[in-house]
Nanobody, 123 residues
């Protein structure tokens, strides 16, 4: 089970840090990442990190502003979001995949989803 937290309301230009806690140690060996879904839009890839943390991949829309990291010792995935824009407003979902880091950028590459946390950026 994956549980997100840290969402909220922030002004444009501000920062938020999202957390995803895994309930089982199984997730240590999985690639993990973040997706988001804005109202009326499809769920889209935000970024992913390999199980060892050495490889990262980001959507072009968040490169240079968002940073993914993970702490295996406490089974937690992080998403640091800086320079937030109104278009970043969405429900953010934690995801994990057993088929590897490379495929996690697509919805088909996800095996486990969290329930999501709302991020709202006001202009």
């Amino acid at each position: 089970q994956l549980v997100e937290s840290g969402g909220g309301l922030v002004q444009a230009g501000g920062s938020l840090r999202l957390y995803c806690t895994a309930s089982e140690r199984t997730f240590i060996s999985l690639a993990m990442g973040w997706f988001r879904q804005a109202p009326g839009k499809e769920r889209e890839f935000v970024g992913a990190i390999s199980w060892g943390g050495s490889r990262l991949n980001y959507a072009d829309s968040v490169k240079g502003r968002f940073t993914i990291s993970r702490d295996i010792s406490n089974d937690t995935l992080y998403l640091q979001m800086n320079s937030l824009k109104p278009e970043d407003t969405a429900v953010y979902y934690c995801a994990a995949g057993s088929r590897g880091f490379t495929v996690l950028k697509s919805l088909d590459g996800v095996d486990y989803w969290g329930k999501g946390t709302q991020v709202t950026v006001s202009s």
